[in-house]
T-cell receptor, first 112, second 116 residues
Framework: GNSVTQMEGPVTLSEEAFLTINCTYTATGYPSLFWYVQYPGEGLQLLLKATKADDKGSNKGFEATYRKETTSFHLEKGSVQVSDSAVYFCALSDRSFQKLVFGTGTRLLVSP | EAGVAQSPRYKIIEKRQSVAFWCNPISGHATLYWYQQILGQGPKLLIQFQNNGVVDDSQLPKDRFSAERLKGVDSTLKIQPAKLEDSAVYLC??????????????FGPGTRLTVL
């Protein structure tokens, strides 16, 4: 079945540091890929998405590129802020937004 | 636009008791989802409704969990009787369905259930 593996946290960074959170997937066919973010006390929010190979999703300074050859969708940001502290989930679906399968989440802690 | 509403936000019960969670989706969203998020894990889909019909309940433990969406708007998820392993956050999400395509899922804040 479909599955997502993402790096364990917490990831602890200083403000303005570069961020990478690794995500790899296993899926049949051509899944859509997503990053969701969960801020403390809030619901999950879609951060960015990519629906086909080589697509780059981007939002709020975050980027991720759909790499079919390496089955990866790593999340990156060039300069993190304290307000980026949250839990980040990588996810896939077999059709756009259908049957979401989530990774276990990676907690990011950014200190001033 | 109001988001997905859920209540209660927190619930503590003893094992073998019953509990119910309520979700009101975004107005006009035909599709409603219930997810279970156990601590340290990603959300897992329990059930998906399209209007008032069930699309997918393959991961719902039907011996103790039930869900309904009688009028195609708000929904209730019930656990009866609860077990210790049901301690989790229960997330509700909704999405629009246009021209045969599903759109982005919007999540509510969740209900944190603790079973003692």
């Amino acid at each position: 079945g479909n599955s997502v593996t993402q790096m364990e946290g917490p990831v602890t960074l200083s403000e303005e540091a570069f961020l990478t959170i690794n995500c790899t997937y296993t899926a049949t066919g051509y899944p859509s890929l997503f990053w969701y973010v969960q801020y403390p006390g809030e619901g999950l929010q879609l951060l960015l998405k990519a629906t086909k190979a080589d697509d780059k999703g981007s939002n709020k300074g975050f980027e991720a590129t759909y790499r079919k050859e390496t089955t990866s969708f790593h999340l990156e940001k060039g300069s993190v802020q304290v307000s980026d502290s949250a839990v980040y989930f990588c996810a896939l679906s077999d059709r756009s937004f259908q049957k979401l399968v989530f990774g276990t989440g990676t907690r990011l802690l950014v200190s001033p | 636009e109001a988001g997905v509403a859920q209540s209660p936000r927190y619930k503590i019960i003893e094992k073998r008791q019953s509990v119910a969670f309520w979700c009101n989706p975004i107005s006009g969203h035909a599709t409603l989802y219930w997810y279970q998020q156990i601590l340290g894990q990603g959300p897992k889909l329990l059930i998906q409704f399209q209007n008032n019909g069930v699309v997918d309940d393959s991961q719902l433990p039907k011996d103790r969990f039930s869900a309904e969406r009688l009028k195609g708007v708000d929904s209730t998820l019930k656990i009866q009787p609860a077990k210790l392993e049901d301690s989790a956050v229960y997330l509700c999400a909704s999405s629009s369905w246009v021209a045969g395509a599903y759109n982005e899922q919007f999540f509510g804040p969740g209900t944190r259930l603790t079973v003692l």
